[in-house]
């Protein structure tokens, strides 16, 4: 064991002879989490002349904080921050993508796993293959005169990507810590068992080029609830660590008819790869040799990605653990819990607003099985319902939305409105208020009214107004029930209060509140 790997006998190791007055549990101090852990290896490793109470003060502050919140210290000026400790911000409606950084990737995969996954005689050469899509001489002649531009311009404009066969990268972003940061990378998955549509089956080659900045190369648990985020998990039937002349660290894993493999590279970016050959329909396992599967890997070219908006993370919410969304454990309890709280969402709601109706919910997620999952991805478990209640100056029932998610992977206030974070609420527009109701719950308040002008180009002759009611009420036991309401008269008939009122007087969701989240340990 090194020592940098155990806080706690670092600081056995500073001690001074007399130690200082008062008593503190310095296990229990550096035991609070292996994130807290990882973040503050540099400070423990920097203060080898400071003393014990010193160091302890600032591993309990830096873990305790603000009531869940770590904090992290600021790297000194003209230091870079910690690759690990960073993380991009949230892309824009275009994603994150480069066109060129992808086809590069998509390239040197196909001539790496290709040769592996034709020999399982699943697949053939023709779906290795960008097809594009190429214009006729009449296309390009009608073009070219339409658009006043040469033959040349027009066959380009014209082409287009028509098949860009198996195996081909996209850019991919995933939340680290429930989406207070966001890692990005490259993604590119081979499925088999598709339907004659090419729908449904399931992931067989999972390969993904990460950027630096959000993980760490120090193996476990792959779960988008850590950071950072680990690279590799070691829990497997055999697990190896090798270093390589030119730099590069190479990870292999095999868990039976699973095998895993990441590589490190020395400019900070890494990638990995897993191969699921399981028996999953009576069909037998499509098998690989670990061998060559990890010589595919390492067949992938190191990539200079552009890092321009990698940035520290200086502060992160510590959120309770979430629930995995491939874990499908808690539908038949689910279904059940999400029909009697509506039943009893509904009841409630007919003796304070008389005339309310709640319609039939649904579970969230749904598992499309067209849709994967990848493992380690994490969602909210929520009963989805609609419903419709009289409000007086109204001329029909007004329609609503309610809202009920379980305890796990969220925490209770008002997040940023751009960001996809840990909190149940945003406050994109207008008011945004916090308030105590009965039973020691919280009412999170989000209330927006804009009046816009008119605009005779868009076909909009006079002034009009929309609002909006988001009304998110936190049980001490771990629960929320939100509703959300939308209207068009500056008048409307019910006021925020008078909704809170209504939001909090609903009943408890039923579900089973033993169920624990299935984390990926």
């Not at 020592?3 to 001690?15: F, H, I, K, N, Y």
């Not at 203060?47 to 603000?66: F, K, Q």
């Not at 709280?341 to 709601?349: E, Q, R």
Request: charged share 25%; aromatic share 8%.
């Amino acid at each position: 064991m090194n020592l940098q790997d155990d806080p706690g006998a670092v600081l056995r190791e500073l001690m001074p002879e007399q130690p200082p007055s008062g008593s503190f549990d310095l296990d229990r101090i550096v035991s609070d989490g292996y994130k807290a852990r990882r973040r503050h290896r540099a400070v423990l490793a920097s203060a080898a002349a400071t003393g014990v109470a010193a160091i302890a003060g600032v591993l309990a502050l830096s873990i305790a904080g603000l009531p869940g919140v770590l904090v992290d210290d600021p790297p000194a000026a003209g230091e870079d921050p910690d690759p690990a400790l960073s993380g991009y911000p949230m892309p824009g409606e275009e994603g994150f993508s480069d066109e060129e950084t992808a086809q590069a990737l998509t390239d040197a995969a196909r001539d790496a796993f290709a040769p592996l996954l034709l020999e399982t005689g699943l697949f053939q050469e023709s779906d290795f293959t960008t097809v594009m899509y190429e214009p006729t001489a009449q296309e390009i002649q009608e073009y070219a005169e339409e658009h006043g531009v040469s033959p040349e311009e027009a066959a380009q404009d014209l082409q287009y990507v028509a098949d860009r066969g198996e195996l081909a990268f996209s850019g991919h972003t995933s939340p680290g810590n429930y989406g207070q940061v966001q890692l990005y990378s490259y993604l590119a998955s081979v499925r088999i068992g598709l339907d004659e549509e090419g729908a449904g089956g399931r992931v067989l080659l999972d390969v993904e080029a990460l950027l630096p900045g959000g993980w760490t190369d120090e193996p476990g648990p792959t779960g988008e609830q850590y950071f950072p985020q680990h690279l590799i998990d070691d829990d497997a039937d055999e697990f190896e660590r090798t270093g390589l002349d030119d730099g590069r660290v190479l990870y292999t894993a095999a868990d039976g008819c699973e095998l895993h493999a990441a590589v490190v590279y020395p400019n900070g970016s890494g990638l990995r790869a897993s191969w699921d050959g399981c028996d999953v329909d009576g069909d037998g396992e499509v098998a690989v040799d670990a061998g060559r599967f990890a010589d595919a890997v390492l067949a992938m070219p190191e990539t200079d990605f552009d890092t321009a908006d990698l940035h520290g993370v200086g502060e992160v919410v510590d959120v309770p653990p979430g629930w995995l969304a491939s874990d499908d454990s808690w539908r038949p309890w689910a279904e059940d819990g999400a029909l009697a709280t509506a039943v009893d969402a509904g009841t409630v709601l007919a003796d304070r607003v008389p005339g309310a109706v709640v319609f039939e919910p649904w579970v969230m997620p749904e598992l499309d099985p067209a849709d994967p999952v990848r493992d380690g991805e994490v969602a909210l478990r929520q009963y989805v319902m609609n419903g419709e209640m009289p409000v007086e100056g109204e001329s029909s029932p007004v329609p609503f939305e309610l809202v009920y998610t379980l305890p796990g992977g969220w925490v209770p206030g008002f997040g940023d409105a751009d960001a996809d974070g840990p909190y149940l609420s945003d406050c994109r527009r207008g008011d945004c208020t916090e308030t105590e109701v009965g039973g020691g719950g919280t009412a999170y308040v989000a209330e927006t009214r804009v009046e816009h002008d008119a605009n005779p180009e868009m076909g909009i002759d006079e002034p009009w107004f929309e609002g909006e009611y988001e009304i998110t009420v936190v049980d001490p036991d771990g629960w929320a029930v939100m509703m959300r309401i939308s209207f068009q008269d500056p008048d409307f008939g019910l006021t925020a209060e008078e909704l809170t009122a209504i939001v909090a007087a609903l009943p408890a969701p039923v579900y089973d509140a033993d169920a624990e989240p299935v984390l990926a340990e």
